[in-house]
């Protein structure tokens, strides 16, 4: 999730920055038919933040037009998914996070010049090329009196970002300023962008006829020269203006995903499935769905509310009012985000939930694993010929969403096997976590771990999401997305 900041210089915005940001420190198959109207891309696993901040809102720009079918081959790294760009005249390929808690899609700008602040990951190893506008023949500068800018920028006044940019008043009641948007400052949970408004052609394959290659004229995306702790590029998939189904005109129909598991992280030949347009909400009435919450804080956020989460066969656990509604201030709810990894829950129904699997489960606890991952259950897990796939006796869980939706989990979506099997023994750790701040914002977020081997649609035409446990692997195969 992002929340934007209006400052003009990137040297203004780092103190800003340092000054308070260490406060918050892929199916079942997919069915044949139809394919009009839909985009289906791969997607690569990648690693994301944790996302905890507000973004602003905005009127919503007409959306460009309605996209075609369309299919992308993508790739997958760890801890998260990314999607290639194919960005500019000539193309430049940029590999971004899937971000479904965030609007604004951004690529590093400058092959000389990106700097990441606090990026220890991308120093050692650069995850992506960056984009250079001046290799671009296409690309252009946004205006200042673009929605995209006024959006950007948070304003209630439309002429502000023109001012910033040096408009004079005549200029600005007439709209006849062309000048360039100012530069931005965008905040997620706990980093930080700054760049500037860039338009350029995108490029998609599509389907048909023939695989034939089509171009979307005049995206617009973030530029961005400096970061702070986001050493790669972000589509997002929000429900803003600025995000990428809003400007590909998806945000009236919807889309889907099947992630695949972390194991498949850094294989070249499978991507996981991402499917946009009626090819992915039609025919899905198969899958159980529960409801959008409409936040009046966050807009641009799909939410949904959590009841009760079941251990094994245990009693469900009644989990607290603010993770299935909102309180008079708008705060509450659980978000579902592709772009935070591990599913957050707030305190003390995360503790209740530890002290129930504590009570479930009879292995030994790795508590040296603990201190070392910052995972707060560990367990020595028997594990005959060193062989992963036996060590799976571990109580299932259960989420139960409104509108009685009931998702189990597969097995490698709560507890994790942190190391090689030794011994006999594999150690396995749950990958869920404390929400910090829960009494502002979202009470709880639904990250990308626990959506592994699940097909996920957000059916946005009839503002809902909806579940169904699924072999991803079966349905990347299905859509062309495994080398043979």
Same mark, same amino acid.
């Given at each position: ?260 598991? $972390?194991?498949?992280? +850094? @294989?070249?030949?499978?991507?996981? &499935? ?5 090819? =992915?909400? #039609? ?115 259960? $989420?139960?969403?409104? +509108? @009685?939706?009931?998702?189990?989990? &597969? ?5 994790? =096997?942190? #190391? ?65």
């Amino acid at each position: 999730m992002s929340s934007f900041m209006n400052m003009t210089t990137f040297h203004f915005f780092l103190l800003f920055v340092f000054t308070l940001i260490f406060e918050k420190s892929h199916a079942r198959e997919i069915r044949n038919g139809d394919r009009s109207q839909s985009l289906v891309l791969g997607l690569t696993h990648s690693r994301a933040a944790i996302p905890t901040q507000k973004t602003a809102s905005n009127s919503a720009k007409k959306p460009a037009e309605s996209m075609l079918d369309m299919t992308e081959p993508l790739k997958e790294i760890r801890d998260g998914y990314i999607i290639s760009l194919n960005l500019g005249t000539p193309p430049q390929v940029i590999q971004v996070f899937l971000d479904t808690g965030s609007d604004l899609t951004w690529v590093p700008c400058g092959n000389l010049s990106f700097e990441c602040i606090d990026c220890d990951e991308y120093g050692k190893n650069k995850l992506s090329a960056s984009f250079s506008p001046s290799y671009s023949s296409s690309s252009s500068r946004d205006s200042c009196s673009s929605p995209f800018c006024i959006n950007i920028h948070s304003s209630d006044n439309s002429f502000d970002p023109c001012t910033m940019a040096g408009c004079s008043l005549s200029t600005l009641v007439r709209s006849t300023c062309s000048r360039p948007c100012p530069s931005f400052a965008y905040t997620y949970g706990d980093g930080v962008v700054a760049g500037i408004l860039t338009r350029d052609i995108l490029r998609v394959h599509a389907s048909s006829p023939n695989n034939s290659t089509r171009e979307i004229p005049k995206l617009c995306f973030g530029c961005v020269g400096s970061t702070y702790r986001e050493p790669i590029g972000i589509a997002g998939f929000g429900k803003g203006p600025l995000s990428l189904p809003s400007q590909l005109g998806f945000l009236q129909k919807g889309f889907s995903h099947c992630f695949l598991p $972390f194991k498949y992280a +850094n @294989n070249p030949n499978i991507s996981s &499935p991402l499917v946009l347009g009626d090819l =992915a909400i #039609s025919s899905k009435e198969y899958l159980q769905f529960t409801p959008i919450l409409k936040s009046p804080m966050y807009p641009n956020y799909y939410y949904i509310g959590l009841e009760a989460v079941t251990v094994g066969n245990t009693t469900p656990t009644q989990v607290p009012l603010n993770l299935r509604e909102f309180d008079s201030s708008g705060n509450g709810g659980m978000i579902i985000d592709s772009g935070t990894t591990y599913t957050h829950l707030p305190e003390p129904f995360y503790s209740q939930l530890l002290s129930v699997l504590k009570s479930a489960i009879t292995y030994p606890r790795a508590t040296e694993v603990e201190e070392r991952s910052g995972f707060d259950l560990c367990y020595r897990i028997p594990c005959p010929t060193n062989n992963i796939s036996l060590a799976d006796d571990l109580p299932s869980i259960t $989420f139960h969403f409104l +509108n @009685n939706v009931s998702l189990t989990l &597969p097995r490698g979506n709560s507890f994790y =096997a942190m #190391s090689a099997p030794n011994n006999s023994t594999v150690t396995k750790c749950l990958l869920f976590q404390s929400m910090d701040d829960s009494d502002y914002g979202p009470a709880g977020i639904f990250g990308n771990f626990q959506q592994q081997n699940v097909e996920v649609v957000y059916d946005l035409e009839k503002e809902r999401i909806g579940f169904e446990v699924a072999d991803c692997t079966l349905s990347a195969i299905s859509q062309g997305l495994q080398k043979t």
